[in-house]
């Protein structure tokens, strides 16, 4: 009963297939495996869509709970300013920590950066690669909701 419930909660009983009931006709059967089939298609799309919306109003939520307590959810979209480059870029929370106690928290964030490097003939190769740091919170900064950029991180 109670995995019923956690199950209906969490939207997992719309992936599982209907049970189709048994029938002595197999025509019958036929037909309603027939109809099962045809609307697998949309019902898939929608349950994609379902899960979709749950999971952005959630991260949502949780971005906003953090704000009214002062600190940054995880997944959340933020900008980071790299202060020895003076390079402000865009970066995801990874990690949230309160080593430091509940009022100095700090995080690990994962952001793109752009590495040049001169080749033996004089030219130069642009590489960007995904760089995972720890840094504390007046580093970063809030960027507004974006309901596409936030799925592409919970993706």
């Known amino acids: 009963m109670f995995l019923s419930k956690l199950a209906e909660r969490t939207g997992l009983f719309e992936f599982l297939a209907p049970i189709i009931g048994g029938s002595d006709n197999n025509g019958d059967n036929q037909q ?37 307590r002062g600190v940054f959810a995880k997944k959340q979209r933020v900008r980071y300013h790299n202060k020895s480059t003076d390079v402000i870029c865009d970066a995801i929370v990874v990690g949230v920590h309160f080593d430091d106690g509940l009022e100095h928290p700090y995080y690990t964030i994962k952001h793109k950066k752009q590495i040049e490097e001169e080749l033996e003939d004089g030219c130069k190769k642009v590489d960007i690669v995904e760089v995972e740091k720890q840094t504390n919170p007046d ?3 809030r960027v507004p909701w974006d309901d596409e950029l936030s799925w592409k991180v919970l993706k």
Do not use: F, G, I, T
């Not at 099962?36 to 749950?54: A, T, Y």
């Open 32 to 68: 309603q495996s027939a109809y099962v089939s045809n609307n697998d298609d949309e019902s898939s799309q929608e349950n994609k869509e379902l899960v979709k919306r749950r999971r952005l109003d959630a991260q949502k939520k949780a971005e906003e709970d953090a704000e009214a």
């Open 139 to 141: 580093r970063l900064q």
